[in-house]
């Protein structure tokens, strides 16, 4: 039995902060609060003076080696999750996508091939349906029982990813049946590959086209349609990556309606702006990501999203392709460009030097939708997502005082480029811990090798 202690360093829940100390027996918390009397005589203590004590971040989207748009994401399972942990998230959920021609199960199994032995951190899958086929529902039920109790549909990519309206009325009716949740990818597809066609046709090809052909209305069209399917189906549904005014409004109202729909947004929604799609040349490949970057109207409107409740979730939506990949698939054309960008490993980092040191955000809220309401819900919790006795050991310590420098040339993902290439940020995560282990410190990663467990989430 191995005994660590915390010591002296302020604990953050979403509902408060106190100074503390952390008791760590094996891979869980064991108590916490002012323990010198309780301590075993074996016990590491670790002084934490003026730092905070932060649960591991949990990150539920993700595309680790991932197939999509004809080429594969840049992060395998060790890259991805290394850089996960030496950013600070300790658990990532991560999308795997029914293959064409396969079932559920199949494409599953190939993909949590791919993870085994080589993750860092923790992880659980949702699973895409992407194609409609005799027994997907009893599929449905088995993955659910499994674990892998959530999934995700397209409303855009049609002749790839995407189902109709009828087909997600379908797929939300077997949720509900098992318990299951359902992500919904919100993006009007059809609109959207019409308008794509235009420009091209104007002669529009380079990259930033690809802001013009997913105005925000595409969105919100999506949004406002998948919200209605999902009262007829009487089956509530979490949308994934939000980016715009109109579809947190959308959100909030179905809320207000007590309709209780979830809604994460992502950290470069809420830190970056669309002027990259300005920029010449091939430069604005690095933003083409689904959907586009917005305006700061929209920023603002999903940091109140996050603070009223109506977004309760920050994601990163790492799916990474290198700049060189992005050019030879789409260097004639923006529509052939794949979509997608790196985040796993600077989301804690960027959430919070730019939320909650610049007063957008409290430290309580950020523990909130980084870590526990993520954990919440896609069922986690509460092994995952808060420091409180049972839970898993993970945690960060963060450095107010320190600073974290972000390059491409030092990252951990495996990319070329990072969309925060020269941000100097307030705070420093010091130290990762998962399950107890230190696998993390000062921005390296020092833990085992494929130390990473499959964690079955309860429907
Ligand atoms: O920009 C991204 N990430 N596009 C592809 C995957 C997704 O979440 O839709
Ligand atoms: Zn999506
Ligand atoms: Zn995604």
């Known amino acids: 039995m191995s005994y660590l202690l915390l010591s002296g360093a302020t604990v953050v829940g979403a509902s408060g902060r106190q100074l503390t100390d952390v008791l760590i027996k094996d891979e869980k918390i064991d108590a916490i609060g002012d323990l010198d009397e309780y301590l075993p005589e074996s016990v590491t203590r670790v002084d934490c003076s003026g730092k905070f004590l932060l649960p591991g971040g949990v990150d539920v989207h993700t595309h680790i080696d991932s197939p999509l748009m004809g080429t594969t994401t840049a992060d395998d399972f060790v890259s991805g999750t290394v850089a996960a942990a030496t950013g600070g998230t300790t658990t990532l959920i991560d999308f795997a996508q029914q293959l064409p021609g396969e079932d559920l199960a199949t494409s599953l199994e190939k993909h949590r091939e791919k993870a085994k032995g080589k993750a860092v951190v923790d992880y659980g899958f949702h699973m895409c349906i992407t194609n409609l086929y005799s027994g997907f529902e009893s599929h449905m039920g088995e993955l659910t029982q499994e674990g892998v109790s959530s999934f995700k549909i397209f409303m855009a990519y049609r002749g790839s990813l995407m189902v109709n309206d009828g087909e997600m009325y379908d797929i939300l009716r077997t949720a509900g049946k098992y318990g299951a949740k359902l ?135 790492h799916c990474p392709f290198c700049f060189d990949e992005k050019r030879r698939l789409g260097g004639d054309d923006f529509r052939s460009i794949p979509n997608g960008g790196p985040g796993v490993e600077h989301r804690m980092s960027v959430m919070y030097g730019l939320g909650v040191a610049q007063n957008r955000m409290t430290l309580e809220k950020y523990v909130e939708v980084t870590a526990l309401n993520p954990a919440k819900t896609f069922g986690l919790h509460p092994r995952k997502g808060e420091i409180t006795p049972g839970a898993d050991a993970d945690i960060i310590i963060l450095d107010p005082k320190g600073t974290t420098r972000i390059s491409a040339g030092t990252q951990k993902q495996n990319m070329d480029y990072t969309l925060y290439e020269g941000f100097t940020l307030p705070g420093s995560m010091d130290a990762v811990y998962s399950r107890g282990e230190l696998i993390a410190s000062n921005g390296e990663y020092v833990g085992k090798s494929g130390r990473g467990r499959f964690i079955p989430r309860i429907p």
């Not at 947190?248 to 002027?275: F, K, N």
């Not at 430069?283 to 970057?293: D, G, I, N, Q, S």
Request: aromatic share 6%.
């Open 183 to 317: 992500c919904v990818h919100a993006e009007n597809g059809d609109v959207i590959d019409r308008m794509a066609r235009d420009l091209v046709e104007n002669g529009q090809v380079g990259p930033g086209n690809h802001e013009l052909a997913r105005p925000p209305a595409t969105e919100i069209e999506a949004v406002e349609r998948a919200i209605r399917i999902s009262k007829m189906a009487e089956v509530p549904l979490y949308f994934v990556h939000l980016s715009t005014d109109g579809a947190v409004e959308a959100v909030a109202r179905a809320q207000s309606e007590g309709w209780p729909i979830g809604a994460e947004t992502c950290t470069h929604y809420l830190t970056l702006d669309r002027a990259i799609y300005d920029q010449p040349g091939f430069e604005p490949a690095k933003a083409v990501l689904t959907p586009p970057l917005r305006t700061q109207r929209h920023r603002d409107a999903l940091w109140r999203g996050l603070n009223t409740g109506a977004l309760s979730v920050v994601s990163s939506d």
